[in-house]
């Protein structure tokens, strides 16, 4: 440990310090890079080059030689050790130096600031004249600024009243620009003129002010209103005679294109229903006079260069005829429900898709196009329903008849939704559409008349349905088909032929069940049922009338086996007509009541023959009828030697095929019904077998060891042997 002394020493103290300081500080940095540049000496380049010379010649010298110290070594050295001791010196030289330049600096600007004081002393003097000056001229001119001001208020107020003119006169008055487009015959109608009605009517409306004043209408309001009036009225009257005029070109060059101009001016026009009912009047008598000549060139000429071909070249088609001309009136109605729906503007309103019936709606402008589409086609509706019905009531063909029913029908409805129930065409269509129908029923009435008259060969000995049934059932069958593909909706309004009570109660008939015979065929519910049984009742009870009447007269000369077959043969083959078709499913059902009532006739009939053939009828006859009192044994059909004899000719008869199939039922068309009446009469054999032989085997019957009577021949008394001997397995399992 160093002693106390060495502590103290200040060398050692000033040692210790210096060999702590740290060289990297920025500030003692910044301190010895400020004292280098203090004292630097600046080297000539001699020198530097005699050192670098002599540096060169000694560089080979011994060692002696080599230690010698270069020369600007020496020089740094004495500069270090120079500034080490006047350093202190040298710091109050340069700090007196640096003062002396800042004192001389300063003095220079001290002598400028008092240049700067003699001249703003200078300024202050003038600018107290010029104050003087300007005291002087205010006084003077105050009187002049006050006269200025009261002219600048005044022109203010000029300028404020002049815009307010202006204003009025724009808002309240027409330029000359909009009093000829207005007036003027030279303007054309078009956005101009439009603007200049537009503006007259708002200047009307806005003079309602001038008009609703405290002491009553002024008499600048009243001017305006009488100027516009005049100008409005005129505007109007210049509508009504561009839209007259252009109405009777329409008759003439036969366009139905709607422009803007024409659709704005019927508007504006419906402001005065007096001046667009004029109009609408003129357009309409152009339509009714062009649609009825194009309907007679379309009958007479046809198209352009002569296609299409005249309508009237297919008179000897019916269908075609009729159909050609509903669709030209279809057509043509249609373009011009579009024009007028285009014309007043209510084409946009609903959209509509392709095909789809047009609905009426309730607005003024869808009246005005019923009632212009009514009157545009009243004159095509007297040469329609002549040559319409000229050509219906010359047909004698059911089919051709209720063909052309339903297309008028077709067109009848969409002709009501077109244009309305209430027009002129509308009636007519349900007029010779009720008179087609009437044509119809009569002729078919007069076909079911005629099958009671058609008298039947007794000699056929065939048991199918006559040659004139099966033709009947064939025109029934072809009416159902054109039923069933119809092509109006389902559950739509019959109104179009209302009044087809009348024509029902001249054919004799039911009123009201054709009314709706133009529903869908499609159309699985009772409407279509409804629709159609009208028809079926005409059709077809005549011809089952026929089938039993015949059967009478066959019963007469033919055996009554034959008679009933032939009457389920009729029956049958009607049903099946009726069969494919959904509608005619009450009717269906009528007849399989009447089938099954035949039925049951014919399984009792047949039961009677196979017992026989089977030689049991004497001996179920015997059982049934016995009195109870009486022993089954005791009864000659069925004493032990009968009974014995019996069931040997009933085994013979189980070999033979009438088991399995009756040849009197090979008549029946239906081998489901022969198959049915056969098992039902085998089933009711096995029934009275297993009765007779309960009896043979009761002690009621008296017979010794009946059990063994049964058994000495097939079935050997057996009732599930009975069962399988004739197929029917399944029912014998219960036994």
Request: contains cysteine; proline residues 4%; aromatic residues 6%.
């Amino acid at each position: 440990m160093p002693s106390d002394t060495a502590t103290r020493n200040p060398i050692t103290h000033r040692l210790r310090k210096i060999l702590a300081t740290s060289f990297t500080d920025p500030t003692t940095v910044e301190a010895l890079q400020t004292l280098s540049q203090l004292y630097t000496a600046p080297q000539p380049d001699n020198a530097v080059d005699a050192a670098n010379g002599d540096r060169d010649e000694w560089s080979g010298s011994d060692e002696d030689d080599a230690e010698q110290q270069h020369p600007q070594d020496n020089i740094i050295d004495e500069m270090a050790a120079r500034a080490r001791k006047n350093l202190q010196r040298d710091l109050e030289n340069k700090l007196a130096q640096d003062s002396e330049h800042f004192l001389h600096a300063f003095g220079e600007v001290n002598q400028k600031l008092d240049d700067l004081e003699g001249l703003v002393a200078k300024m202050r003097v003038y600018c107290d004249e010029a104050e003087a000056q300007v005291r002087l001229t205010e006084g003077a001119s105050r009187s002049l600024l006050e006269h200025a001001e009261s002219l600048q208020q005044e022109r203010h107020q000029v300028e404020t009243r002049k815009s307010i003119v202006t204003l009025f006169l724009d808002r309240f008055t027409l330029t000359d620009v909009e009093i000829d487009a207005l007036t003027s015959r030279d303007v054309p109608l078009g956005s101009r003129f439009f603007l200049a009605m537009d503006k007259t009517a708002r200047i009307r409306v806005d003079c309602r002010v001038l008009m609703s004043g405290e002491d009553g209408p002024t008499k600048t309001g009243m001017d305006i209103m009488s100027t516009t009036s005049s100008y409005l009225e005129q505007g109007y009257d210049k509508i009504y005679r561009w839209c007259t005029l252009e109405f009777r070109r329409m008759g003439t060059e036969n366009h139905l294109e709607v422009s803007p101009t024409m659709v704005e001016s019927v508007r504006r026009l419906s402001q005065r229903p007096e001046l667009l009912s004029e109009a609408l009047a003129v357009l309409s008598q152009t339509k009714q006079n062009a649609l009825l000549n194009l309907f007679l060139n379309a009958l007479t000429r046809g198209g352009p260069s002569g296609l299409p071909r005249p309508i009237e070249l297919h008179a000897h088609d019916p269908i075609r005829y009729i159909g050609d001309m509903l669709a030209w009136v279809h057509q043509a109605i249609a373009a011009e429900c579009e024009f007028f729906e285009s014309l007043f503007g209510v084409s946009g309103r609903a959209k509509r898709m392709v095909g789809e019936v047009r609905v009426a709606g309730d607005s003024i402008e869808e009246e005005w196009v019923r009632d212009l589409l009514d009157v545009g086609v009243r004159k095509l509706c007297v040469p329609l329903k002549l040559r319409v019905l000229h050509t219906i009531r010359a047909q004698d063909d059911s089919i051709v008849c209720y063909k052309i029913a339903n297309l008028l029908q077709y067109y009848a409805l969409t002709m009501l939704h077109t244009i309305g129930d209430r027009s002129v065409l509308s009636d007519t269509l349900r007029e010779i559409t009720q008179a087609s129908y009437k044509v119809f029923f009569n002729t078919i009435e007069a076909q079911g008349r005629a099958i009671l008259r058609i008298p039947l060969d007794l000699d056929d000995p065939s048991l199918a349905p006559p040659n004139f049934v099966m033709d009947h059932a064939q025109v029934l069958r072809e009416i159902m088909l054109v039923y069933d593909s119809s092509l109006l909706d389902e559950g739509t309004d019959p109104s179009p032929v209302r009044g087809a009570e009348e024509v029902n109660d001249e054919n004799g008939g039911d009123g009201g069940d054709d009314v709706d015979t133009a529903n869908n065929g499609n159309d699985d519910g009772p409407n279509a049922a409804k629709g159609f049984s009208r028809i079926l009742d005409i059709m077809i009870d005549p011809a089952i009338a026929m089938c039993a009447a015949a059967s009478e007269e066959k019963a007469r000369i033919r055996p009554q086996w034959d008679s009933a077959v032939f009457v389920l043969n009729c029956l049958c083959y009607l049903k099946n007509v009726l069969g494919p078709f959904s509608f005619t499913r009450d009717k269906q059902e009528e007849i399989e009541g009447i089938i099954e009532d035949r039925l049951c006739a014919l399984e009792d009939d047949h039961y009677d023959h196979i017992l026989r053939d089977a030689s049991l009828w004497d001996v179920v006859h015997a059982m049934e009828t016995k009195d109870p009192a009486t022993p089954l044994s005791r009864l000659p059909a069925t004493e032990p030697a009968a009974l014995q004899l019996t069931l040997s000719k009933f085994s013979l008869w189980l070999s033979t095929p009438d088991t399995v199939s009756s040849p009197r039922l090979a008549p029946l068309s239906s081998a489901a019904i022969a198959g049915r009446v056969h098992h039902a009469a085998l089933r009711r054999l096995v029934r009275v077998y297993a009765a007779l032989c309960e009896e043979v085997k009761s002690g009621k019957a008296r017979y010794e060891a009946g059990s063994v009577l049964l058994g000495r021949e097939r079935p050997f008394g057996q009732v599930g042997l009975l069962w399988q001997i004739f197929g029917l397995v399944e029912e014998g399992d219960k036994y």
